[in-house]
């Protein structure tokens, strides 16, 4: 006998199960919210964690008005400004600082940093960088170990030591590290090594005689560096180089000017007095305008130049275009074109 919409017994049923829901939600929204407050309290803990390792390095960070929420998909920790503060009394200072972890994924971290940033450099000498944004974001492992950093600047200036004129300018910066992978995509190449790539985009500098929107792009496999422990960076370079000799290998240079192409591919270390080696090749498009690009014209020397370039450097083609291979060795600071001796690099100081 079925049982009628006035059926009190029916309507019991359906009271039941209204409530067993009710419950149900309760109980769902409390193992999530304990859940969140579990991870939470970790995630904070591996900050502290961090921070602590860092300061035991020589690095000082310092967080104005530190607060943590997000709750309930996500982990926030904002700062109303950071100061990051170096052993060898170089330092980088910020507005106001957010990082977001999905509470899916906290080993992935985004952080959005307001600017302007100033800092000092590590001879001393007072930077300020006049950008509104620097955008970041962060992967690692179970391990802790990085698996890839990517850091964003929106346009910047750069202005040294209070100048009025900037140093460099550019529509954008970026920075990308990551472990290197072997042609195959899959096996690291090697343990400690890291891949870094810094790339500038429509820059100008009073430093380049008559250039503008300058794209620019540097990568390599720098030897080791994960594992260097140092509590300056002036120290950390100086690890670097006596574990690994300085060794970047491959290294490769990309310069866009126009319709001129610059490339400059090989690889390079420094010895423990700073002196550079190199071993490669720069392709170019136009050499005039290459020296050009440095002050050298053709009143200026730059035609005897441009021919003796030309009698060492074999012809190619670079982007579709006519290029010239030029061989160039660096020896501690001694630079070769073919067997020509063209210049000198002073040491690197650290």
């Given at each position: 006998?079925?049982t009628?919409a006035?059926?009190?017994?029916?309507?019991?049923?359906?009271?039941?199960?209204?409530?067993?829901?009710?419950?149900?939600?309760?109980?769902?929204?409390?193992?999530?919210?304990?859940a969140?407050f579990?991870?939470?309290h970790?995630?904070?803990?591996a900050?502290?964690?961090a921070r602590e390792?860092?300061?035991?390095?020589?690095?000082?960070?310092?967080?104005?008005?530190?607060?943590?929420?997000?709750?309930?998909?996500?982990?926030?920790?904002?700062c109303?400004?950071?100061r990051?503060?170096?052993?060898?009394?170089?330092?980088i200072?910020?507005?106001?600082?957010?990082?977001?972890?999905?509470?899916?994924n906290p080993?992935?971290?985004?952080?959005e940093?307001?600017g302007p940033?100033?800092?000092?450099?590590?001879?001393?000498?007072?930077?300020?960088?006049?950008?509104?944004?620097?955008?970041s974001?962060v992967?690692?492992?179970?391990?802790?170990?990085?698996?890839?950093?990517?850091?964003?600047?929106?346009?910047?200036?750069?202005r040294?030591?209070?100048?009025?004129?900037?140093?460099?300018?550019?529509e954008?910066?970026?920075?990308?590290?990551?472990?290197?992978v072997?042609?195959?995509g899959?096996?690291?190449?090697?343990?400690?090594?890291?891949?870094?790539?810094?790339?500038?985009?429509?820059?100008?500098?009073?430093?380049?005689?008559?250039?503008?929107?300058?794209?620019?792009?540097t990568?390599?496999?720098v030897?080791g560096?994960?594992?260097?422990?140092a509590r300056?960076?002036?120290?950390?370079?100086a690890?670097?180089?006596?574990?690994?000799?300085?060794r970047i290998?491959?290294?490769?240079?990309?310069?866009?000017?126009?319709?001129?192409?610059?490339?400059?591919?090989?690889a390079?270390?420094?010895?423990?007095?700073?002196?550079?080696?190199?071993?490669?090749?720069?392709?170019?498009?136009?050499?005039?305008?290459m020296?050009?690009?440095?002050?050298?014209?053709?009143?200026?020397?730059?035609?005897?130049?441009?021919?003796g370039i030309?009698l060492?450097?074999?012809t190619?083609?670079?982007?579709?275009?006519?290029?010239?291979?030029?061989?160039?060795?660096?020896?501690?600071?001694?630079?070769?074109?073919?067997?020509?001796?063209?210049?000198?690099?002073?040491?690197?100081?650290?």
């Open positions: 006998m079925q009628s006035a059926d009190p017994q029916g309507s019991t049923k359906f009271g039941r199960k209204i409530r067993l829901l009710a419950l149900l939600m309760v109980v769902l929204a409390l193992a999530v919210t304990g969140w579990t991870a939470a970790f995630y904070r803990g900050l502290d964690s390792a860092l300061t035991a390095q020589g690095v000082e960070v310092v967080c104005e008005n530190e607060s943590f929420g997000g709750f309930p998909a996500r982990f926030e920790a904002r109303a400004s950071l990051l503060s170096f052993a060898d009394g170089s330092f200072s910020g507005g106001e600082l957010q990082t977001v972890a999905p509470a899916w080993l992935f971290t985004i952080t940093w307001t940033f100033a800092g000092r450099t590590l001879d001393g000498t007072p930077v300020e960088v006049q950008s509104d944004l620097l955008r974001s992967r690692v492992n179970t391990q802790a170990r990085l698996q890839r950093l990517s850091v964003v600047l929106d346009p910047f200036a750069v040294l030591d209070g100048a009025s004129t900037p140093i460099l300018t550019a954008q910066g970026e920075l990308h590290m990551r472990p290197p072997a042609e195959d899959e096996a690291p190449q090697g343990q400690d090594d890291l891949e870094i790539a810094f790339v500038t985009l429509g820059a100008t500098s009073p430093l380049l005689a008559e250039v503008d929107d300058v794209n620019f792009s990568s390599g496999v030897e560096l994960a594992s260097v422990q300056s960076l002036r120290e950390a370079f690890v670097w180089i006596s574990q690994t000799t300085g290998d491959p290294v490769n240079t990309r310069l866009q000017v126009g319709e001129h192409a610059i490339h400059l591919d090989g390079t270390s420094v010895n423990p007095e700073g002196l550079l080696s190199f071993d490669g090749a720069l392709v170019t498009t136009d050499v005039a305008t020296l050009n690009m440095v002050g050298i014209d053709q009143d200026g020397g730059g035609a005897f130049i441009i021919a030309s060492i450097g074999q190619t083609t670079l982007n579709g275009a006519p290029a010239l291979s030029i061989p160039i060795q660096v020896n501690e600071g001694v630079v070769m074109a073919g067997p020509l001796e063209v210049g000198l690099i002073p040491p690197i100081r650290f």
